[in-house]
C-alpha cells in the first residue's frame, strides 16, 4: 500500500491487526533498527551511559502512560514504585542469591502487586483526589524503606554487584556497551508487549475506562478488575524499570526515588504525549537529555555567559518547568502529535491537506 494513499483501508483482520499497515512505516521501523544496532558504536561511553538511562526511562514512562494516558488513572507514587522494583530485585539476588533475571522477574511480581494495593483507591477516587491518594503511596514507600533498618543493614543503601549472568560477570572496560544491548533489549520487548496489549480485550477496556468510566461499566467493563489490572500492569512496568537501574547503577538508595522522580516521570508522557507508547519514548529521550544537553551548552558558553555555568541547577530545573508549560499550552498531544503531524505535511506536500 502506497505512503500516499488517502486512507489505510483494510479487506481482512490480519490487515488490521498488523502493526505496520504501510511501506513507509516499514521503512521507518527498519531505518529505527538499524539505528539501535549500530549507535552503541558511534557514541562514547558517557553519552552511551545517557542512552542506557533513556531505555530505562522510557520503560517506566511506557508504564506510567498505560495508566495514566490510555486509562485516565492519574499517579503521581512513580518514585514509590520504582523503588520497590529496585530493593526486591537488590535483595533477591544480593541476599537471597537468587539469579539476577529471576531477581527482575520477582521485582515485576512484587512491585504490581503492590501497585494494584495502592490502586485501590482508584475504585472510589478520581481525579485529583486520586493523584492525592497515589502521592500518600509514594510518601508511605519511601517512608518504609528509610526507616526499615533491615532492608539496608542500617547503612541507608544498598551495595549491588556488578551483573552476574550463568558465571559471566559484565567487565568494566566494556560495561555501557553490554548494558545498552541488555536495556535495549528489554525496552523493545517493554514497547512491542504494550502495543499488544491494547489490541486486546483488557486494553481496549483500559481505554473505555478513560473515556468514560459510566458508560464503560454500562457495555459490561468491569470497573474494579480493569482499574486494578491497570495499576497491576503499569507498575510491573515501573518494577521493571527500577531493577535495571538497581543493577545497572549498583547502588539502590532511597534518594533515587523521591517525589521529583514521580515529577519527571509524569513530566515524560505530558511532553512525549498521553495516550501514545511511542510518545512516552520520545518524552524519556527528550527529558532525560535536557540536563545534559544543557550542561554541555553551559561548558561552551562559559566564557561567554558564565552565569549560565555558576547556576546550572536552577538553569536545568526552570527549563524542565518551562518544557512543561510550554507543552500544555500550544501541544498538549506531546511530541507523538509533532511527529503526526510533520509525517502527514511531508505526504501531503505541497497541499494543506
Known amino acids: 500500500m502506497a505512503a500516499t494513499a488517502a486512507g489505510v483501508f483494510h479487506t481482512s483482520y490480519a490487515s488490521e491487526l498488523r502493526l505496520r499497515h504501510t511501506s513507509a512505516e516499514r521503512l521507518r521501523l527498519v531505518l529505527v533498527v538499524a539505528g539501535l544496532l549500530t549507535l552503541p558504536w558511534l557514541v562514547n561511553p558517557y553519552w552511551l551511559g545517557i542512552v542506557n538511562t533513556i531505555g530505562i526511562a522510557a520503560i517506566g514512562a ?57 490502586g485501590l483507591p482508584a475504585l472510589r477516587l478520581k481525579g485529583l483526589y486520586l493523584a492525592i491518594a497515589t502521592i500518600a503511596s509514594q510518601e508511605i514507600i519511601i517512608f518504609v524503606v528509610r526507616r526499615w533498618g533491615w532492608l539496608t543493614g542500617g547503612q541507608g543503601f544498598l551495595d549491588v554487584e556488578r551483573l552476574t549472568i550463568f558465571g559471566w560477570r559484565v567487565p568494566r572496560t566494556s560495561f555501557e556497551f553490554v548494558w545498552y544491548w541488555i536495556i535495549v533489549g528489554l525496552a523493545v520487548l517493554a514497547v512491542v508487549t504494550a502495543r499488544n496489549i491494547f489490541r486486546t480485550a483488557l486494553g481496549r477496556s483500559f481505554m473505555a475506562v478513560r473515556d468514560h468510566d459510566i458508560a464503560a461499566s454500562a457495555i459490561g467493563v468491569d470497573l474494579t478488575r480493569t482499574k486494578l489490572f491497570a495499576f497491576a500492569v503499569s507498575s510491573g512496568y515501573v518494577g521493571l524499570a527500577g531493577a535495571l537501574t538497581a543493577h545497572y547503577t549498583q547502588t539502590v538508595t532511597w534518594e533515587r ?50 552565569l549560565l555555568a555558576d547556576q546550572l541547577p536552577a538553569v536545568q530545573a526552570a527549563a524542565f518547568g518551562l518544557v ?21 505535511y511531508v505526504r501531503f506536500w505541497p497541499f494543506r491537506y
Open 62 to 118: 511506557v508504564g506510567l502512560n498505560i495508566l495514566v494516558g490510555f486509562t485516565g488513572q492519574i499517579s503521581l507514587g512513580q518514585g514509590g514504585f520504582l523503588a520497590v522494583g529496585a530493593f526486591t530485585s537488590a535483595l533477591l539476588a544480593q541476599r537471597a542469591g537468587l539469579p539476577v533475571p529471576l531477581a527482575m522477574l520477582a521485582a515485576v511480581a512484587m512491585t504490581a502487586a503492590v501497585g494494584a494495593f495502592f
Open 324 to 344: 512543561i508549560v510550554l507543552f500544555l499550552l500550544f501541544e498538549p498531544r506531546g511530541l507523538d502529535r509533532i511527529w503526526r503531524r510533520a509525517k502527514d
Open 257 to 306: 526515588f523521591t517525589i521529583d522522580i514521580s515529577i519527571q516521570y509524569l513530566a515524560m508522557i505530558i511532553v512525549g504525549g498521553l495516550g501514545s507508547i511511542a510518545g512516552a519514548v520520545y518524552g524519556a529521550a527528550f527529558i532525560m537529555l535536557l540536563p545534559p544537553l544543557l550542561a554541555e551548552l553551559a561548558d561552551a558558553l562559559r566564557t561567554r555567559v558564565p
